[in-house]
């Protein structure tokens, strides 16, 4: 990352070491350290990160983060701290959490998304110990590994901004899901070996389900209610699915249920 006093900012952020005033209020935890995680075409600067010693990481800024990958060389420096990240507070004003911005945060309990957010990228919460997360009204794009693996997730709710619906494939603790109307597919894979998910509606703005969304997962009865096109394999090794309400809506669904005993 550059030097982050290297250049100015609209706000007055303190330097490492110092108390930080966040939410109005000054911590007793000082700043571990801090940098800057903008997009490369503003030069990094829209936006800054802040290490807590308390374990929050701080977002902040304007504009879209970073999108990291997953290597050696292009992974955020506050991967140093990956183990202490506890809570991640992304202010408002961000728009789009980067690809891998929290990957493998295994003790990452707990975060806060800004009604600013508009996109979340690949692996950004993946593998991860959030137990819970609150998805804004303002959010429309989850990539397609946004949260996979993340055990401690019971239950989501999407809001009905994301007209494409991915990214919570392998949450093994995941028993229930609701849709709101708005989100018009479920994309490919997206509860993929959910093995506890048990619990989701289709909202009459549902129009499509793609293959292997539902793969090996615990659902036992299903109301389509407007959908028109099931993918093949899309509810494949469903073995507790036993009652289906089929619309007349729906005319393609060859293949979808393969597996189901």
């Known amino acids: 990352d550059p030097?982050?006093?290297?250049?100015?900012?609209?706000?007055?952020?303190?330097?490492?070491?110092e108390n930080y005033v966040h939410g109005g209020k000054a911590t007793l935890d000082p700043i571990i350290n801090m940098g800057v995680c903008g997009t490369e075409e503003n030069d990094y600067?829209?936006?800054?990160?802040i290490m807590m010693r308390d374990g929050t990481l701080v977002i902040e800024g304007e504009g879209a983060m970073h999108d990291y990958?997953?290597?050696?060389?292009?992974m955020p420096y506050w991967y140093y701290w990956v183990d202490h990240i506890e809570k991640v507070e992304v202010g408002e004003g961000i728009t789009h959490v980067g690809n891998t911005a929290f990957y493998l945060s295994g003790s990452l309990t707990e975060a806060s998304l800004p009604d600013s957010l508009t996109?979340?990228?690949?692996?950004?919460?993946?593998?991860?110990?959030?137990?819970?997360?609150?998805?804004?009204?303002?959010l429309t794009t989850i990539a397609n590994d946004s949260f996979e693996y993340c055990s401690g997730l019971t239950e989501?709710?999407?809001?009905?901004?994301?007209?494409?619906?991915?990214?919570?494939?392998?949450?093994?603790?995941?028993?229930?899901?609701?849709?709101?109307?708005?989100?018009?597919?479920?994309d490919s894979e997206a509860f993929r070996s959910c093995t506890?998910?048990?619990?989701?509606?289709?909202?009459?703005?549902?129009?499509?389900?793609?293959?292997?969304?539902?793969?090996?997962?615990a659902l036992t009865e299903l109301d389509f209610n407007n959908v028109v096109t099931i993918a093949v394999d899309a509810f494949n090794s469903c073995k507790a699915l036993t009652e289906l309400?089929?619309?007349e809506t729906l005319t393609t669904y060859k293949d979808a249920f393969r597996g189901c005993s």
Do not use: Q
């Not at 600067?45 to 990160?49: E, K, M, R, S, T």
């Not at 990958?69 to 292009?74: D, Q």
């Not at 506890?196 to 997962?217: K, M, Q, V, W």
């Open 156 to 186: 989501v709710e999407i809001p009905g901004t994301v007209a494409i619906l991915r990214g919570f494939g392998y949450c093994e603790n995941l028993k229930k899901v609701i849709l709101n109307e708005g989100t018009g597919k479920i």
């Open 69 to 74: 990958h997953y290597s050696t060389s292009t």
């Open 3 to 17: 030097e982050f006093d290297s250049w100015e900012f609209h706000m007055d952020y303190p330097m490492a070491g």
């Open 45 to 49: 600067l829209n936006a800054i990160w």
């Open 196 to 217: 506890a998910l048990a619990d989701i509606n289709f909202p009459d703005s549902l129009l499509r389900i793609e293959g292997y969304c539902f793969y090996d997962t």
């Open 119 to 138: 996109s979340i990228g690949g692996r950004a919460f993946a593998k991860t110990g959030l137990t819970a997360i609150d998805l804004p009204e303002s």
């Open 245 to 247: 309400t089929i619309p």
